[in-house]
């Protein structure tokens, strides 16, 4: 069965420090999300991307973050200066034309901040 | 604006009981409605979906759920649990190629 795929699974950085946390989506999926999990908190919505564009963000995504599809099959989360509440676990998800299937999740990337 | 409400924050049940898990949402256009369960250390597994049609939607490990339209509610159940379903489960509404917004979740602890 096709599956999104994270890298890493875990990743420690500096405060300050900038992280790029990668996904390769299911191949033909054609609407790309970046979510995010707080330690006990709820799945929050960060960004989606179709189309090679923004097409919504949450108010946490602010400046600091971006989201880029470079190469037509990865998609990636950048955070520029990292700060500890950034700490987190992050999920990628997509779905193909329509949302028949569901939302496809990865297993996420746990990031810590220090 | 979509949201999403999951009554329970925890649910302890013992091993072979029922079990049902609440969601209302509250929505002014039409939604697609989610279960997902999320193990310990682990990510977003679909359970269930409704999108259209029969109300009464069968998903994996034996979960179901009733969309109720008038009562805005999409509550989780399975008839016998077992330990291996203990875990934090999210309800999730979205529209179509929309964002996926999520309740609170309910997290089931099922004892011997």
């Known amino acids: 069965e096709p599956e999104v795929t994270q890298t890493p699974s875990h990743q420690v950085t500096q405060m300050g420090q900038e992280v790029i946390l990668r996904c390769v989506p299911i191949?033909?999926?054609?609407?790309f999300y970046w979510y995010r999990q707080i330690l006990g908190q709820k799945v929050e919505f960060l960004v989606s991307f179709y189309n090679n564009e923004i097409s919504e963000k949450s108010e946490i995504f602010d400046d600091q973050f971006s989201v880029e599809r470079p190469d037509g099959s990865n998609f990636t989360l950048k955070i520029r200066s990292t700060k500890l509440e950034d700490s987190a676990m992050y999920f990628c998800a997509s779905i193909p034309e329509t949302v028949t299937d569901g939302y496809t999740f990865g297993s996420g990337t746990r990031l810590t901040v220090v | 604006a979509q949201s999403v409400t999951q009554l329970d924050s925890q649910v302890p049940v013992f091993e072979e009981a029922p079990v049902e898990l609440r969601c209302n949402y509250s929505s002014s256009v039409s939604v697609y409605l989610f279960w997902y369960v999320q193990y310990p250390n682990q990510g977003l597994q679909l359970l269930l979906k409704?999108?259209?049609?029969?109300?009464l939607v069968k998903g994996i490990n034996g979960f179901e759920a009733e969309f109720n339209k008038s009562q805005t509610s999409f509550h989780l159940r399975k008839p016998s649990v077992h330990i291996s379903d203990t875990a934090e489960y999210f309800c999730a509404v979205s529209r179509l190629g929309g964002k996926l917004i999520f309740g609170q979740g309910t997290e089931l602890s099922v004892k011997p």
């Open positions: 191949s033909n999926h054609l609407y």
């Open positions: 409704y999108l259209s049609g029969s109300t």
